[in-house]
């Protein structure tokens, strides 16, 4: 079985205790897109592990993990996060990456960073990771593979190319900065290449022969459904398509094989960086959800910005993705709360709108329209059936799968790994 995983609004929606559940079953599990800018916390008995390219389901040794050929990969923070599990005892053996996959270089973050400054009061709020710039790089057919770093002779003559032709000019003539030293920096990237070199493979025939054998393989997602380049509310959003569409493109999975897409939402609102975001809540209600959320980026530590729930994006991610079921997360969040506002809709200049609208600006100026139900007010963390839930936090929930149009399958109650209520549909055998 084939399940893709995405995130169904500006991300951080609990994707990685998600993706933990089910790796437990996992046969496979697959990154796609995005890089060291997603953050994916995962609690287990052996305490938090916060992964950013690591698959999430490196923690049980008999699932393979793999970096699949969308993703860009910093190989000094995949270095960086190999040896933090080894100091917690646990030997990545089940990883693979794609030789496909690019690689964000050194001059990536630095670049990222200068091209936000350049943006000024227009600047998109990036993770300053490099990931703009390692994709654009892509495109244009100067990006460095994964694979790149197991043929020196290449590499150091493509070094020459990109970083004395292009990327040197850039640095030295448009922004003032040092040149970037060809030598050191090959010997920089051998050094990667000898500790990666174990972990890289061509994953073509590794995922065609678990399809065969019918192996159950999970589509890990990072960022979300709103962050998406295409469909998102561009131009603040990631440089990836973190939609389904862009799980089977950065991985090789062919649609065909897909079973079910599962779609992540938080029940309440949160994004990072710039851009618009109807539901946001600019008052103390909104400092309360954050604070009790510990609502602050994995990867950034910077405070996200919270809102209602937002059911016209939900339902834009359910329709965009084909999401047949959804879990609903960190619902305990909400235990204090005696009101909740769920955003159904947008007044934009007089007229209604039940969907994120393209045009940007319009979509910036687009009224939420509310409606309200009473708060349950009650600890929920202790909940693991549907009938443990009260009444008025089931109609919560009720409510959102009707307005979204998808049946909730899954329900957080809590950070831990058995903070969970779910409703007897079979995910993996
Ligand atoms: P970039 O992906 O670093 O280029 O950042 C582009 C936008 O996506 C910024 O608003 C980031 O805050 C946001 N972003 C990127 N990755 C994540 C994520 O994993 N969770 C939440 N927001 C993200
Ligand atoms: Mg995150």
Redesign the pocket.
Known sequence: MVIILVGGQ???EGKGKVIDYLAAKADMVIRSQ?GN???HTVITEHGEFKFQLMPSGILYPKCVCIIGNGVVVDPIVLLREISQLRERGIEPKNLIISERAHMVMSYHPLL?QLEEDTRGDDR??????G??PAYADKVRRIGFRIGDLQKEAFMRKKLAFVVGQVKNPILTKLYEKEAIDLGSMATEYMGYAKQLDPYIKDTFPIIQDALDRKSNILLEG???TM?DLDFGTYP????SNPTAGGALTGSGIPPTKVDLTLGVFKAYTSR????PFPSELLDEVGEQIRERGHEF?T?TGRPRRIGWFDSAVARYSARLNGVGCAALMRLDILDEQPLLKICTGYDFRGKRFDHPVANISHYKHSKPIYEEMAGWQTDIGAARKWEDLPQKCRDYIERIGELIGVPIELIGTGPRRDQFVTRGRKLFD
Not at 124 to 129: F, P, V
Not at 236 to 239: A, F, G, L, M
Not at 272 to 275: A, E, Q, S
């Open positions: 500006w991300g951080d995005g800018n997603a953050g990222d998109l709020g990036t993770t300053w990771r990931i703009g990072a960022q979300a962050l603040y959003v990631t440089s990072v960086g710039y851009g980026g990867v």
